[in-house]
């Protein structure tokens, strides 16, 4: 398989993971780059999601329990 490829199938998975769907984007029409900036986006979004629960979780615990 070729880097290409793999890239494509990666980021197939990785959105497949992150969203539990699958899309019909054509990535055979990207080029390497847009591949890459894809790939780059998915993992930035992976990390705000795990940002605003970390917020969220602070959040809350700093909160008093009421009675």
Known sequence: MTQRL???HQLRADIRQATGR?????FDQFDELSIRE???L???LKY???RAV????MRVRR???VK
């Open 6 to 8: 793999h890239m494509i």
């Open 22 to 26: 699958e899309y019909r984007i054509d």
């Open 38 to 40: 894809m790939m780059r």
């Open 42 to 44: 998915l993992i930035d």
């Open 48 to 50: 705000e999601h795990q």
């Open 54 to 57: 970390r917020n969220v979780e």
């Open 63 to 65: 909160m008093p329990l």
